[in-house]
């Protein structure tokens, strides 16, 4: 098992119970029974959590999973309260905080592919199906799929692989209603969100979202609702459309840079070791920083600021 090269201290807050640090957020709860999370710079790659940060990553992802909340809420509902800092708060988690429903969450990451690319195409390579889906043959890296597919993953603790399953056993895991509305929330906001992506000039590959029940106690009925991030470069492959071309790696704007820095001679890291990766150096720093940026800014056609 990995997990973070230097596990970061949470910050102590007054009316704050802390729940839980993950790869990239902090959870908390506050007096109200609402949940606080806090989007950190924290970047991770090949499940380990970088010594290294993203200067601005966590108000990038904040404010990106906003927006695109906005853009589905007509689809389904979504968990967000609001923004604002709770009092006592350090100062730099202004732009990087959301107050959320607290909902009964549902123990499977709910994977949308409109591309191959990933561990996807490691699978449609070996036997070609994704997730038991049987595909078309002829495809390769990168290749667009006859539809959009629903390919659901175990959520894994931070240092674990997340491991793709079948549509039938999430319905084992979750029953068979459930499995059926998770398979059309996700492909139906999938389907709307890669829509849109592309009229901005972004192919939108595949992407992960989280749901939970949203049990009001007021004896209506629980209602199933996007929760977590969504649609941001760390839960999604995102590709410029003008350079999309199938039978190669694709260029990307997300942490793929990061990656690709990893397993190169200059990092001089194995990753077959169990050494902790190293540090990143300032320039793949700047790179990807700039990419989460013109991904955000492609995007929501806001400059970053």
Known sequence: MTGFVEKPEPAQVPGLVHLHTGKVRDLYRNEAGDLVIVASDRISAFDWV???????????LTRLSLWWFEQLEDLLPHHVLGTDVPEGAPADWEGRTTVCRSLRMIPVECVARGYLAGSGLAEYERSQTVCGLALPPGLEDGSELPGSIFTP?????????????SYEDVAREVGPETAAELRQATLAA????????????IVLADTKFEFGWDEAGDGTEPRLTLADEVLTPDSSRFWPADTWQPGRAQPSFDKQYVRDWLVSSASGWDRASEQPPPALPSDVVEATRARY?????????VPWS
């Open 50 to 60: 970088l010594p290294t940060e993203i200067p601005d990553k966590g108000r990038i």
């Open 293 to 301: 940026i013109e991904a955000y800014e492609r995007l929501t056609g």
């Open 153 to 165: 993953a175990t959520k894994a603790e931070v240092g674990e692989h997340d491991e793709n399953v």
């Open 190 to 201: 999938y389907d709307r969100a890669r829509d849109i992506a592309r009229e901005r000039g």
